[in-house]
């Protein structure tokens, strides 16, 4: 994912050029959020062929490292270049639209380590990290639901017919806590502290849901209407399927964790989840057939690389996620297949877009001076 200032065609400098954290943004969590997602995948995928889950851990590794410098990286940005910082926060839309991905790079990663990183560093350590993770990550995803919305209203200078799937990125972090949340709950004392954790996923799970309802006729008005920008940014197309599967993702695991919590109501739940997912997945996937088609043509049109190409990874991981919980709960073996063909999907993806930033930052394309 990019911000409007990343989409220019990258061409190689003339000469050797520096590291510039001033245009170091929010969206740069992306890259995080897409490499923990497919370490996550690996986790939940109903087929589990030899070493993939060695796999998966070798991508939990990653993602935290790569958090761990972005976080050390963004702390310089927003120390030294303060001006910038406020200017993509408070003056520039495009890119304040990006504070999205921060909190969902947390909860990514820290549900990472409760699932891959607990075989490496242990079952205590590996609840304590996730549940630091999700506590922030939740805050952080709840101001920015709020915040940004906020600024759209009071001081952004947006218009709906510009709208695009960017605009979706704020109210998709509630979802991700929902789904990700329900994990700590067996680590919790039974009882209130089960049920107020259980309830309250399921309020984070209403706040993306009903705020991700609202804004999706808004971003297909400006996409109908003044279709997008730029030609690099035809991936961000990909993002309206991160609210869809996170969604199917959440309702699953919220029913799961029901069981031993709420047993009066789980079945109940278990029904919902089945019901919901089947009929999101569905829509999920005449979307990604839609977002496909209009990325094979801009890539014959010379779409070049770009941090948009990181929309390919997190919003089909969600996919992902959600048809395996689909396949676990239905037993049916379409969607099995379906999680499977995804991930292969969303492993592509992120070997493209991975690539492209490795060679982007070690050539001077991305963040040059």
């Given at each position: 994912m990019s911000t409007l200032a990343d989409v220019r065609p990258?061409?190689?400098?003339?000469?050797r050029t520096r590291l510039d954290l001033a245009q170091l943004g929010p969206n740069w969590y992306?890259?995080?959020?897409?490499?923990?997602?497919?370490?996550?995948?690996?986790?939940?995928?109903p087929v589990r062929p030899p070493g993939l889950i060695g796999f998966g851990e070798v991508l939990w590794a990653l993602g935290l490292a790569a958090l761990l410098v972005l976080v050390a990286a963004r702390l310089v940005h927003l120390t030294r270049h303060r001006e910038a910082a406020r200017a993509q926060l408070l003056?520039?839309?495009?890119t304040a639209v990006f504070y999205g991905c921060p909190p969902m790079a947390l909860l990514s990663v820290g549900l990472g380590t409760l699932l891959l990183g607990s075989r490496v560093i242990g079952t205590g350590p590996a609840v304590a990290v996730d549940a630091v993770l999700w506590g922030l990550g939740t805050l952080y995803a709840l101001a920015v639901a709020g915040g940004i919305p906020y600024l759209m209203i009071t001081r952004h200078p947006v218009s709906p017919l510009e709208a695009n799937p960017t605009w979706l990125l704020p109210v998709v972090a509630p979802l991700v806590?929902?789904?990700?949340?329900p994990a700590l709950i067996p680590h919790l004392p039974a009882g209130q502290p089960q049920q107020a954790m259980l309830y309250g996923c399921w309020a984070l799970f209403g706040v993306g849901l009903l705020a991700t309802l609202v804004l999706l006729p808004v971003v297909f008005t400006g996409l109908f209407h003044s279709k997008l920008p730029a030609l690099v940014l035809t991936p961000s197309l990909f993002l309206v399927l991160g609210p869809l599967?996170?969604?199917?993702?959440?309702?699953?695991?919220?029913?799961?964790?029901?069981?031993?919590?709420?047993?009066?109501?789980?079945?109940?739940?278990?029904?919902?989840?089945?019901l919901y997912g089947v009929a999101v997945t569905g829509v999920a996937m005449l979307w990604l057939a839609v977002a496909l088609t209009?990325?094979?043509?801009?890539?014959?049109?010379?779409?070049?690389?770009?941090?948009?190409?990181?929309?390919?990874?997190?919003?089909?991981?969600?996919c992902v996620t959600g048809a395996a919980a689909l396949a676990r709960h239905t037993g049916f073996g379409g969607f099995s297949a379906l999680s499977v063909g995804l991930y292969v999907l969303l492993a592509a993806s992120w070997a493209a877009a991975a690539t492209g930033t490795a060679a982007g930052l070690a050539r001077g394309r991305l963040l040059a001076r």
């Amino acid at each position: 994912m990019s911000t409007l200032a990343d989409v220019r065609p990258l061409t190689r400098p003339a000469a050797r050029t520096r590291l510039d954290l001033a245009q170091l943004g929010p969206n740069w969590y992306a890259a995080v959020m897409g490499t923990a997602i497919l370490g996550n995948g690996a986790a939940v995928l109903p087929v589990r062929p030899p070493g993939l889950i060695g796999f998966g851990e070798v991508l939990w590794a990653l993602g935290l490292a790569a958090l761990l410098v972005l976080v050390a990286a963004r702390l310089v940005h927003l120390t030294r270049h303060r001006e910038a910082a406020r200017a993509q926060l408070l003056d520039n839309p495009a890119t304040a639209v990006f504070y999205g991905c921060p909190p969902m790079a947390l909860l990514s990663v820290g549900l990472g380590t409760l699932l891959l990183g607990s075989r490496v560093i242990g079952t205590g350590p590996a609840v304590a990290v996730d549940a630091v993770l999700w506590g922030l990550g939740t805050l952080y995803a709840l101001a920015v639901a709020g915040g940004i919305p906020y600024l759209m209203i009071t001081r952004h200078p947006v218009s709906p017919l510009e709208a695009n799937p960017t605009w979706l990125l704020p109210v998709v972090a509630p979802l991700v806590a929902s789904a990700t949340g329900p994990a700590l709950i067996p680590h919790l004392p039974a009882g209130q502290p089960q049920q107020a954790m259980l309830y309250g996923c399921w309020a984070l799970f209403g706040v993306g849901l009903l705020a991700t309802l609202v804004l999706l006729p808004v971003v297909f008005t400006g996409l109908f209407h003044s279709k997008l920008p730029a030609l690099v940014l035809t991936p961000s197309l990909f993002l309206v399927l991160g609210p869809l599967g996170q969604s199917v993702t959440a309702v699953h695991q919220l029913a799961d964790a029901a069981r031993p919590v709420l047993p009066a109501l789980a079945p109940a739940m278990l029904d919902l989840a089945e019901l919901y997912g089947v009929a999101v997945t569905g829509v999920a996937m005449l979307w990604l057939a839609v977002a496909l088609t209009a990325n094979l043509r801009a890539r014959r049109a010379g779409m070049p690389f770009a941090m948009t190409w990181w929309a390919y990874t997190f919003p089909v991981g969600t996919c992902v996620t959600g048809a395996a919980a689909l396949a676990r709960h239905t037993g049916f073996g379409g969607f099995s297949a379906l999680s499977v063909g995804l991930y292969v999907l969303l492993a592509a993806s992120w070997a493209a877009a991975a690539t492209g930033t490795a060679a982007g930052l070690a050539r001077g394309r991305l963040l040059a001076r």
